[in-house]
């Protein structure tokens, strides 16, 4: 049984007003003001609009996210979708045996950078996953651009052909690449990873094969062969949708300011 005895109420709630001053004091010292935007209304009024208030991100366009299926049905469109890739890969290359990864679902987000909330989720879908030889990666990639258009998808824009960073030069760039695909040479390296586009919506691709001129030592960690297919998506939830639309009209047309908070 415990001998120790309960601080006064009056002296505590008086040290806990003095905490959650000295919190509120060290948070306004941390956290950073949110953007404003001064912007003319139709009545010819100056507003000023705090960011902190914008329903979105600062990275992803509205309209490309009301486009998008809705978070309730994403989950069912990235099954679809994982299932005619594997089907079109079937097609062309008889025989893969497939199994499933880590599991997916769909994520609220933290903030929207700015200090307030945001309605954005993010759907990472469970990964699709084979580990047979692969063959010819020309061909192979022709099939599954093929299949991703027929949903809407651009084609696979690869890691190894990205541009340089505004924090690199060429050089420091080549680097990178060596450091993470063995080569500059397509043909020689050992992995390929890149991502197709549809407005918010993206289809991650790994192909990855140790037998390629290129390859690093064995390592236990990374499998021989795999083909790694995984669907993602940034999205808002059918309640949401109207309160979405009206929390973004203030801000049309205005440049979304670079995040300010974490």
Not at 68 to 81: D, F, H, I, M, S
Not at 241 to 259: H, N, S
Request: proline share 6%; net charge negative; charged share 20%.
């Amino acid at each position: 049984m415990s001998t120790r005895r309960s601080a006064p109420a009056a002296l505590f709630s008086l040290a806990a007003i003095g905490l959650v001053a000295a919190v509120m004091t060290g948070c306004a010292l941390l956290s950073p003001a949110s953007p404003t935007s001064t912007v003319t209304d139709a009545a010819g009024q100056q507003v000023t609009l705090d960011w902190a208030d914008y329903p979105a991100d600062d990275d992803k366009d509205p309209a490309e996210v009301l486009a998008a299926p809705r978070a309730e049905q994403v989950e069912a469109v990235g099954e679809q979708l994982l299932a005619d890739l594997q089907g079109a890969v079937d097609a062309h290359r008889a025989g893969s045996a497939w199994q499933r990864g880590r599991d997916g679902g769909v994520h609220e987000h933290d903030g929207n950078g700015y200090g307030g909330p945001t309605m954005h989720r993010t759907l990472n879908s469970a990964e699709l996953l084979t580990h047979e030889a692969l063959g010819d990666w020309p061909a192979l990639v022709a099939v599954l651009d093929a299949e991703l258009a027929e949903h809407g998808y651009g084609p696979i824009e690869w890691e190894f052909d990205r541009e340089t960073y505004a924090h690199e030069t060429a050089a420091e760039r080549d680097a990178a690449v060596v450091e993470q695909f063995g080569s500059l040479d397509p043909a020689q390296m050992w992995q390929w990873a890149g991502d197709a586009h549809d407005g918010t919506m993206w289809v991650s691709i790994i192909l990855q094969d140790r037998d390629r001129p290129a390859a690093p030592d064995a390592s236990a960690a990374e499998p021989e062969r795999l083909l790694a297919i995984m669907v993602g998506g940034t999205v808002i939830a059918a309640a949401d949708e109207q309160a979405y639309r009206d929390g973004i009209a203030p801000f049309e047309g205005l440049e979304p300011p670079g995040p300010t908070h974490s």
